[in-house]
Every structure is written in C-alpha cells, then in structure tokens.
C-alpha cells in the first residue's frame, strides 16, 4: 500500500493544521465517524494513519501528505498530486486551471467548479416534484471521490476533470487494479491501489462506506433514464470515466420513482440495468439481457422475475423463448401506446390464426399441450387463449380432463 508508506525526508510539521481542521469540518457536515472528533490531533493522524511512528517521531505517511499537507510541501514531497479542471464551451476553453492541493481541498475547489455548472431542471408529476440535474450529485462525487482514491501516485499525471458540451470526462492516472475490467466493474470485489487512503475517504464520510462507489456512479445516470457511464477509453495507463450529457426520460423517471416509493427503499443496481437495457432495446430474452449488462443469467433471471412480479417489466413465452419488455404503464406514461402494442400485441394477435393453422393439419383437434408448445405460452395462457377462441366460436370443447381437447367449429 503505497499510500500506507511514510514520505522520505518528510517531518510531522509538514502536515497542516488548518488542513486537519478542514479534514474534522468534513467528519462533521457528511457524518463521518463522530467518534473521530473525540481524539486530540495527534491520536487522529495515528487512527487514520496520516502519520507512523518511526524510532520516537511521528512522520507523515503519503496519506497524511496528500490529505492535509502544507501545500509549499506537498508539490515538492508528492509531485504527483496535481488535478486539473477544464471546460471547453465549443472549441473555446472557458476555464483551464491545474493545481496541487491537499486532496480535501482540490475535491471542494472542483465541486465548487461544478456546482456552478451542474443546471438542475424540475419536473412535476402528480404528488412528485423531482429535481433532474444534468450530473448527479452523489454520482459525481464518487467518481472524483475513486480518480483521487485509486490513482497511482508513483506515475507523472494529474486527476483530469472535463466539462464539454458533450458531457463530462474524469480521468486519472494508473488503470484498473488487477482482476478488474470494463466487464466486471458492477460485480468485482472491491479493492483499491491506496487502501489507507480509500479507508480515511470511508471513514470522514466523503466516499461510500461499502467500497460499492461505481454503482452510484452508474445509479447517477440510470435513475433519470439518460446514458450509461463509458468507460471504455481507459487502458493500462489511465482510467477515464464519460458520463454522457443526455435528455432525460420523464416517463421513466416516474416509473422509478412511483415504484420507489411503494416499496420504501431505492431500486437495486441490477433492476435499474434490466430496466434501462429493456427501455433501449424495447424486447429481450434472458440470454440477451445478461449478456447485455455483463451478469451472468442466474442474478438477472432472479431480478427480472420479480420486477415481473412488481408489475415493472411483462414476460412473454417460456424457457428458452421467454423475452421480457417494459410494462404497458411505462408506454402510458409516455403517451406511446402505439409502442406497447408494436412490442406485444401483433404476436398475440395471430395466436388465435396460429392455433387453427395447427388444428387444419392435425385433423381438425388441439390441444392446450399444443398450444403451449407452438406459441411458447405458460398453461394458464394457454387455457385462456382456448376459452376466448371457444367463446368467440372457433373452437369446441371435446371431453374432460386429460383427455379433453379442442375441435374447429
């Protein structure tokens, strides 16, 4: 842990008291470890390992540098802890700075940078007044909160903060931690390059205490329907994070809200990616949506059959064939009935052809056996099917019981 490690020719004086009251300031406003503010200055560095004790001395360790340095020393002991925020309005850049701080500060001064640039739309829905900003929050946060935890700070580069009109970019130097990949980054054991360092940002309150901080940033995006975060521009070298700037889905928002609320609690990672692959793709099967959302397909049968069971998503057919598509309320919503129908209605449509289609060439009988095998339907589908074709006429009922069977009329 190379954060873990005392700083060569360092002393305890380099670390900055005004920097510690800083780091006790956030402990307080994001409800860190409150048990925290009880210890004297010396005993804090020592919990949260901003400095060792090395033959009677305390030396700052690289943690306590980049934490709460003086920033005279910090440039000189860690060159490496430089950020940079940029904005480019066109092709003309608006704001270029770079700078090296101490961690706590650099994060304050870049949020002040987006906060004023984060433009926030409200929408009203009924009982619902949700606030839709163009960059979540606390998605925002984690992400600066992880360029700044799991960077590598033995490599020449900067933090790198761009705001375009195509969205935002945070890069930072050092790819993924071993056993981490594009693929798996919503399902990999959490685990970082500069675990004292991810461990104080846990404990003052400023990262997400379960190490899960990607699903937030992916939450960000998901829980307005926009675009998913990309990071498919990382390599052995940086990690760069775009999260796209994109048009909310009002109906969609709705729908996660209206759900959110009757089930007390947010919706899980894995149910906001079902519901946003089936959103883009309008009908999947179970294959395709797993291999979609890079799960594999025994969590995401388990998720989409209970958003079946919560009236979310429709499923259709069965085994192999089941495809699953947004409920008709999304469609609603929307005012895209004619969508709902595309996705559902002309297969179900041509059931009642398909079914005399059969019975023509298998002399004239069907059975619901039948039925459930040539339209991949459940066996209470497919009675259903054969009751409204006998009531409408088409069929006849023959016999009782397992014998029974469906006759033209």
Known sequence: DYSAQPVPEAVYSDLDPVEREHLRNIIQNYHGEKNLLDLDDTELDLALRLAVEQNGTFVPTYCGMLLIGRRERLSTLVPTAEAAFQELQGTDVAVNESFVLPILTAFEKIESYMDARNHTEEMEEGLFRISIPDFDKRAFREALVNAFCHRDYTMLGRVRVLLDDDGLTISNPGGFIEGVTIENLLTAEPHGRNPALADVLKRIGLAERTGRGVDRIFEGSLSYGKS???????????????????????????????????????????????????????????????????????????????????GLVEADGNGNSRAYILSAALYKNADNVIGYVRQTGIDRVRYPELVLKFAKNNQGKVTRKDVMQLLHLNQGQAYRLLVKMTEEGKLLLVGKGKFAYYKIK
């Open 228 to 310: 998913l975060p990309d990071y498919s521009e990382s390599n052995t070298n940086q990690v760069k994070l775009f999260i796209p700037k994109s048009l909310p889905d009002k109906a969609f928002i709705k729908m996660i809200a209206e759900e959110q609320s009757k089930i007390g609690r947010p919706l899980s990672i894995n149910a906001l990616l079902i519901l946003n692959a089936l959103k883009s793709n309008r009908r999947l099967r179970l294959g395709e949506l797993a291999h979609m959302i890079h799960l594999n397909e025994y969590k995401v049968r388990t998720t989409v059959e209970k958003l079946v069971e919560s």
